[in-house]
């Protein structure tokens, strides 16, 4: 029996398909699940998501959330949440550098600027390492 | 009476304006459909959201929680909904009355530039104001909901409330308030949640269930996440009413210029038609004379 993955962000419903397996960045590791797991809740943390169907296999970026799973479902709840092929690195490097810029001069900026900052960078590693590890 | 010329070149003014505005008139009926859709599109969320929190809910004692925490309220949080630029008809202006009636002590978020400038004009304590892009994304929405939960925990505020025009129909857009933290019980957060999803109710979930790392961390991680919404569902919210009030203005304005036009065309039509007549009764004056 098949996994019913379904990702949803505040923005948009992400990815909703059936899947046979689906590995999530969690705040403790990486977790694989296959159908048939236990009832968990867990938290997710900034990383790839991994989704294998039938022999190939897909990765998202996702941001910080939540995913449940109960037996042949899977909701993640992620702040941000993209398709592999839609990545621009050049974009998102270019992106990275002007958050990074924009941290050198860190004790003039606000604190929650700085966050969000940080977190563009954080996001942008992710979105970086999952693109090139493909090559 | 006006000369010929003079007429002629109000009414090209008045045509002019009227393109304009009717050009602005559809932009705003486009950008209004636009961010209706966004606000749909995230009904998915808040509906897994409700899931989650209830779920989570019956696994540990919410009392304990800073979010749900009543104390005795000293100074208020609001942050306020308003738009960037004008030709909006009143919609800034009655968010304004609303903050105008706050006679207890405030401090002051604001988003759009039209708060900040009201706000600095009233002299009221403004804390920060955030620019958030016309697509509203939620990473930008989520730091002005972050910094008042900040303000809240650090008990700079003793509340967190938001003032936004609610978004009824294309025509009307009602001022609002709602308070925001503290939260009464977590019940009212999912039924809130289930409500902006228009959902079923669904029972919460009280099998065996894992959590990881453990039903406490998912959920402290769990409520910031539910403020960020909720700021965020407003602000979407906020856009809607912004862009239906604006095409309605403009298109009063677009129905005004028409309207305009008509009575220059026949006071020009009318100033036209004297003066011909004039120079007849003058050509017929100098014959008559001879």
Known sequence: ?135 | MASTRDIRHRIKSVKNTRQITKAMELVAASKMKKAQQVALAGRAYAQLMADMLATVATRVNEKFHAFLAQRPVKTRGIILVTTDKGLCGPLNGNLFKLVLDIKEPAKFAVIGRKGSQFLARTRRDLLADFQVHDRVPFAEVKSVAEFMVKQFLEGAVDTVEIIWPRFRNTLIQEPSLLPLLPLQNLKQAVDKLRYDSRGPAAKPDDRYMLFEPSPRAVFDALLPLYINREVYHHVLDAKASEHSARMVAMKTAKDNATKLIDELTLEYNKARQASITQEILEIAAAQYSQ
């Open chain 1, 1 to 135: 029996m098949p996994l019913t993955l379904e990702i949803v962000t505040p923005e948009d419903r992400v990815y909703s398909d059936t899947v046979d397996t689906v590995v999530i960045p969690t705040v403790e590791g990486e977790i694989g699940i296959l159908p048939g797991h236990i009832p968990l809740l867990t938290q997710v943390a900034d990383g790839e998501l991994r989704v294998t169907k039938g022999s190939e296999t897909k990765g998202l970026v996702v941001g910080e959330g939540f995913a449940e799973i109960d037996g042949d479902r899977v909701k993640v709840l992620a702040e941000f949440a993209i398709h592999e092929a839609q990545i621009d690195e050049n974009a998102v490097e270019k992106a990275m550098q002007r958050a990074e810029e924009a941290l050198k001069g860190r004790e003039k900026l606000e604190s929650t600027e700085v966050e969000r900052l940080e977190s563009l960078v954080r996001f942008s590693v992710a979105q970086l390492g999952v693109k090139r590890k493909r090559r």
